[in-house]
């Protein structure tokens, strides 16, 4: 009952009067509002997008900048306590094992505690995403601070783990490209649209790749590789634009912080240009193509079977579901134990870090001429990283050789921990001392070079070193674009040519034989996602829907009623349901959601209710519910290659099959899979 109140005005009134009247300066308020919304009006003339891009690149150019300084600090913390301890091997061994153990356990414990998606590369699960699957809670801004400190705290290890930042940074990228999405609908009032949080989150793929190696062109070429089987040109601009803001602000950022005089690349090269190669090179890149290929299916089907092997022990199992940080720690004090200086680590440069090892690997000189330079005071590099690689008991090939071996089964080991961790730095720094010792070898059998006539022009392995980190980098991945990273990464054009060779060579190999690192990690995991029909025999094309779709679909007429309805919705969990004319006669008319159901049964009373209830007794599917348009449908007759090209580009979950009209069945992403997996791609 309203109470009046002398005066004329309700009392919820007299309090809405009273909150608005104590705001002093109505008029000029009013007007600043007016003013507010001018400017933005002004503002978004050009389109909101450009801002949230231009955000978007600063800000994780920012953070990428400032998880490299704690970063160099935490590990210069380490190498002060590694030689501050003194000669006593003991207290070495501790000081090298403990600091990387304690931090990689942290960052397990710590990731693991907020949200369990802060683990691994993150880029298999946003791969699925962005295929239109929804994978609860991977997304949310919980998840960003959780891997950001685990991330930072890994790589602190140093080359120990043998871990880089390049797939968790994308991961971080996305999910700041989400929050930004849901800030940026709060300001512009407008409806949150699928779509576009999926432009934008192309976009991110781009910025991660490009904050971490300042590659902006690379960048973009390499997730929409990576991430997109069917990339829409109308989002090429996006990602180039946020890409090229964070790269600059980047490297922008080491100017300002004194790290370089001005905007260089990040692994900066100083491979001479004027003579790169012999024509007569090509075949030893196009071996080192063959190479990286098949080393790069060995690499890749020893870590899915390890990584699937790991998941099935009883052992490893148990500690991975209940106790993380104790797998992690174990793991981790092998691999410092294994690189600790002076005992195995002396003979794979154990002491570099990750940047430091590219740098050295993309040295301009042979490595082998400077050992017999060594005592010469004029030939020795004053930064010594090559040096790393040179011991007394073993030459630079030992030492090479062995850092290969040892770092095969170290990196796939790595895989599996549960940690923040991105694999891509570590497989780019393989494929180039693989190309190293190529090129190492190469210029021992010819000194003087392959030119026969003329002045000697010496080989120079550092350019072998460029295409082998492209090479198997490309292979592991399945990408090209890691040509273009490897002279975006340090500015060097000059070997172009016979690094898309080997790229070409490599791919050409591992793609035939193996599906790629993130494929391979997301059939391990059971992920929802669409594997590749690798087989292109003719007998592939045959393949035609009718022979692995669902027949059995759950189906209701228009007319149905309350007992039907119920009965479709015990026997099915389904999102949707097909609605079909008649029980008699099966044309498809249309779908209805579950939840459109489920509210048509709470709105209608049971046949054999009890009296008394005010719900209405009759009505019928038809008459209650809004029965959408089927805007696609499949022919028992559709090849299989067409369906999942469909299902790809459209991101489809689940397509209906008609003959004629007439409901036969039903094509999920289950299906189509165990078609692909059984029919095309056997094993």
Known sequence: MECNIPGGLREEERVLVSEQSWRPCPEARRRLRGCLEWVKRQLFRVGEDWYFLFVLGVLMATISFVMDVVTSRLYQAHLWLYQEVG???????????????????????????????????????????????????????????????????????????????????????????????????????????KFKQNEMLVAAQAVGVATVFGAPVSGVLFSIEVMSSHFAVRDYWRGFFAATCGAFMFRLLTVFNSEQETIVAVFKSDLRIDFPFDLVETFFFVILGAVCGLLGCAFLFCQRWLLAAVRENRLTAKLLATDKPIYTVLVVLLFSSITFPPGLGQLMASRLTMKEYLTSLFDNRTWGALVSNATDPTGVDPRGLWQEWCHPSATIFGTLAFFLLMKFWM????????????????????????????????????????HLEGDPRPVIPGGYALAGAAAFSGSVTHTISTTLLVCEATGYLGHLLPVVLAVLVANAITQKHQPSFYDGTIIVKKLPYLPRIRSRHVASYEVVVEEFMERRVVALAKGSGFEEVLVALDASADAEY?????????????????????????????????????????????????????????????????????????????????????LVGAVSRVELRRAIEELTNPK
Request: proline fraction near 6%; aromatic fraction near 10%.
């Open 578 to 662: 097909p609605v079909v004319e008649t029980a008699g006669s099966p044309t498809l008319v249309g779908t209805v959601s579950r939840a459109q159901l489920v509210a048509f049964l709470q709105s209608h009373e049971h046949p054999r209710a009890p009296p008394g209830q005010k719900l209405a007794t009759t009505g019928t599917l038809g008459d209650n519910c809004a029965i959408e348009p089927v805007m696609l449908q499949l022919s028992p007759w559709t090849s299989l290659h067409q369906a999942h090209h469909l299902f790809e580009l459209l991101k489809l979950q689940r397509i209906f099959v008609t003959r004629f009209g007439e």
């Open 411 to 450: 990196l796939i080991l790595a895989t599996t921990l549960p940690l923040p961790a991105g694999y891509f730095m570590p497989i780019f720094i393989y494929g180039a001392a693989i190309g190293r010792l190529l090129g190492e070898t190469v210029a021992l059998l010819f000194p003087r070079g392959l």
């Open 87 to 193: 000669d006593i091997l003991a207290l070495k061994y501790l000081s090298w094992s403990m600091y990387p153990t304690a931090l990689a356990a942290f960052s397990t414990g710590f990731s693991q505690s907020i949200t369990p998606h802060s683990g691994g590369s993150g880029i298999p699960e946003l791969k699925t995403i962005l295929t239109g699957v929804v994978l609860e809670d991977y997304l949310a801004i919980q998840n960003f601070g959780a891997k950001v400190v685990g991330l930072t705290c890994v790589l602190a290890c140093g080359s120990t783990i043998f871990i880089g930042k390049v797939g968790p940074f994308v991961h971080l990228t996305a999910m700041a490209a989400v929050y930004l999405g849901k800030m940026r609908t709060s300001v512009t009032k407008e409806y949150e649209n």
